[in-house]
């Protein structure tokens, strides 16, 4: 052809062949996302046969990771972040620094690597990636839960650490023991400090989050508005694609920050628009098809030559990766007291490593501190845990269910003892006869609550986020904090003189487990279950769970009403 077509081949390549591997993975019982990381190796430079262009298959990974953080964003309100900050803060900083130090010993004291070396490894080896979370959180449907907002919230606070150590490793480069960037000179020749760089960028990541804040809250819903009004559905898809975009690059070119933090923050400012619903499902087919060459990208850095060269090192990376980040996590995790099943929750989600991960390796050998070899090992530790990340997260279930069964400690740690996890002695036990018993305190359950509240009806929150349980007893609400499929959070809860039990969680998957304790406990308790689409909502009314409330059944129902108020009201 007459014209340069790399682009349209690399496309072409990227997602022809990693929609026929995918296709065996799955006829294989493996995650499709096996099989777009064995396409990119197909396609990457390290195999023969045709090899696509990589650094296009990079930017369109890019592209990808913007996309889908905006949709989290636009489903993960400011107040849900917050609404985590106790954990993920200190857990993603303690949890980062133990991976580092981990990282750093094996390659200093086992590999003989200098100190550079095994900061660089180490740090790339402690950041989990945001995609790989979101595709695995996404495809068990609680990426809403109380579980996945701890996850998602805890990986927004590593992507903010990370910023920062890409802006402070080229200065500090020489200190240990690397190569001095162009820019570097230029800083330490003007007097420039490390703690004034330090100073700039948290100044520059603090305007951002402030800009968006004050100025993103206002602009982007009436931009989706105005839009919208036109009523051209390719105009809105536009719109909605071009902020993601286009945030996600002014930020990184204005105030530094990362893509996918700039697109994840303007997600969550365009969720204060009503069309917010609809922006994530107008943008959803692009995100899946970047997100599928986000894992070819992947797939095509990977040299499999290192699994024949460094066996024993690629095992200990992929340890250190799946068991030392999954460990050290799970630790924190229950030392702030949340049950195991946020923990085993936490460690999975951790248990990879992505794009951070490359940047800064690819950063680390640019400036002279960590060998190729370094960069060749976490690629490989990078494809092992992605390919193993999805069993890792169905081990989640059986794995608890054997603690409880074999552990002693296990079920200590599960054991009530938390003094959040029982009723204040102040709570008023008059009330708490024939109330309602609230499961999930989430964007249904809030709702649900103030009516209760406006109504005069006595309520018990059963809620796993523990920053939510003390918050509402601070208002004087009767809360209680834990997993309600654990039958001591119902008793505490008193579902044995309720009159009500609510399902408010969008986790369907325990409701089976709550509603046989309360029935077991109060054999005459009514039951109202909250229900994502219709097939689970038939199941569950099969089943004779309760009575089952579908989301879009019930605004089909709400507006019909209001029209047939309206019609009727007109005849009289």
Same mark, same amino acid.
């Given at each position: 052809m007459p014209h340069d077509i790399n682009l349209i081949t690399t496309i072409a390549a990227g997602l022809g062949l990693a929609m026929i591997m995918g296709f065996i993975a799955s006829r294989l019982r493996m995650p499709p996302l096996v099989g777009y990381l064995v396409a990119g190796i197909i396609i990457g430079p390290s195999t023969p046969g045709y090899v696509a262009d990589v650094a296009l298959a990079g930017q369109l990974a890019e592209i990808g990771v913007m996309l889908l953080m905006f949709g989290v964003g636009l489903h993960f309100s400011m107040d849900d972040l917050l609404a985590v900050k106790r954990i993920a803060v200190p857990g993603a900083i303690v949890q980062i620094a133990v991976a580092t130090a981990m990282g750093m010993g094996v390659a200093i004291w086992l590999w003989d690597w200098s100190l550079g070396a095994g900061v660089v490894f180490g740090l790339a080896l402690s950041v989990a990636s945001t995609v790989v979370l979101l595709r695995a959180l996404e495809a068990r449907g609680v990426l809403d839960s109380v579980n996945g907002q701890i996850a998602v919230g805890w990986l927004v606070v590593e992507d903010l650490i990370m910023v920062l150590v890409l802006v402070l490793l *080229? *200065?500090? =480069?020489?200190?240990?023991? !690397?190569?001095?960037?162009? +820019?570097?000179?230029?800083?330490?020749?003007?007097?420039?400090?490390?703690?004034?760089?330090? !100073?700039?960028? $948290? =100044?520059?990541?603090?305007?951002?989050?402030? %800009?968006?804040?004050?100025?993103?809250r206002k602009?982007?819903?009436?931009?989706?508005?105005?839009?919208?009004?036109?009523?051209?559905?390719?105009?809105?898809?536009?719109?909605?694609? +071009?902020?993601?975009?286009?945030?996600?690059?002014?930020?990184?070119? %204005?105030?530094?920050?990362?893509? =996918? $933090?700039?697109?994840?923050? +303007?997600?969550?400012?365009?969720?204060?628009?009503?069309?917010?619903?609809?922006? =994530?499902?107008?943008?959803? *087919?692009?995100?899946?098809?970047?997100?599928?060459?986000?894992?070819?990208?992947?797939g095509m850095l990977f040299d499999p030559q290192v699994l024949l060269d460094e066996p024993l090192k690629v095992l200990a990376v992929a340890a250190i990766i799946i068991v030392g980040k999954t460990v050290a996590a799970m630790a924190l995790v229950l030392a702030f007291r949340y049950p195991l099943n946020t923990a085993l929750t936490v460690g999975a989600s951790l248990a990879q490593i992505g794009e951070f991960s490359f940047i800064l390796a690819g950063l680390g050998v640019a400036l002279g501190l960590l060998p190729v070899e370094g960069q060749s090992l976490i690629l490989a530790g990078a494809l092992i845990s992605i390919a193993l990340n999805s069993v890792v997260f169905s081990a989640i279930s059986p794995l608890q269910n054997w603690l409880r069964k074999h552990s002693e400690l296990a079920r200590k740690l599960e054991a009530r003892t938390d003094p959040l996890a029982e009723l204040p002695m102040s709570t008023d036990q008059a009330q708490l006869t024939g109330q309602v018993v609230l499961v999930g305190y989430g964007r249904v359950g809030r709702r649900i609550a103030r009516a209760l509240r406006e109504q005069k009806i006595a309520y018990v929150v059963?809620?796993?986020?523990?920053?939510?349980?003390?918050?509402?007893?601070?208002?004087?609400?009767?809360?209680?904090?834990?997993?309600?499929?654990? *039958?001591?959070?119902?008793?505490?809860?008193?579902?044995?003189?309720?009159?009500?039990?609510?399902?408010?969680?969008?986790?369907? %998957?325990?409701?089976?487990?709550?509603?046989?304790?309360?029935?077991?406990?109060?054999? !005459?308790?009514?039951?109202?279950?909250?229900?994502?689409?219709?097939?689970?909502?038939?199941?569950?009314?099969?089943?004779?769970? !309760?009575?089952?409330?579908?989301?879009?059944?019930? %605004?089909?129902?709400?507006? +019909?009403?209001?029209?047939?108020?309206?019609?009727?009201?007109?005849?009289?």
């Open positions: *080229p *200065p500090m =480069a020489g200190l240990l023991g !690397g190569k001095v960037d162009e +820019a570097a000179q230029g800083a330490a020749a003007a007097g420039t400090s490390v703690w004034l760089t330090i !100073g700039i960028t $948290l =100044a520059k990541v603090a305007a951002f989050i402030g %800009l968006m804040l004050v100025v993103g602009v982007f819903p009436m931009l989706l508005w105005q839009v919208a009004r036109t009523g051209s559905r390719e105009l809105f898809t536009l719109c909605v694609v +071009a902020a993601a975009v286009g945030v996600a690059y002014g930020s990184a070119k %204005l105030f530094d920050v990362s893509f =996918a $933090l700039g697109a994840f923050f +303007a997600g969550m400012m365009m969720r204060e628009s009503e069309y917010s619903h609809r922006a =994530a499902d107008e943008s959803l *087919p692009l995100r899946d098809a970047f997100a599928v060459l986000f894992f070819v990208s992947v059963a809620e796993q986020n523990r920053e939510i349980v003390e918050r509402l007893r601070g208002r004087g609400v009767a809360a209680v904090c834990g997993d309600a499929a654990d *039958p001591a959070v119902l008793i505490q809860a008193h579902i044995h003189r309720a009159g009500t039990l609510v399902i408010a969680t969008p986790d369907t %998957l325990k409701v089976r487990k709550m509603v046989e304790t309360a029935r077991t406990l109060n054999p !005459g308790v009514e039951i109202l279950v909250r229900s994502h689409n219709e097939e689970e909502a038939e199941l569950l009314s099969k089943e004779n769970i !309760g009575t089952v409330f579908l989301g879009e059944e019930q %605004l089909a129902l709400g507006m +019909a009403r209001h029209i047939l108020a309206r019609h009727g009201g007109g005849k009289d």
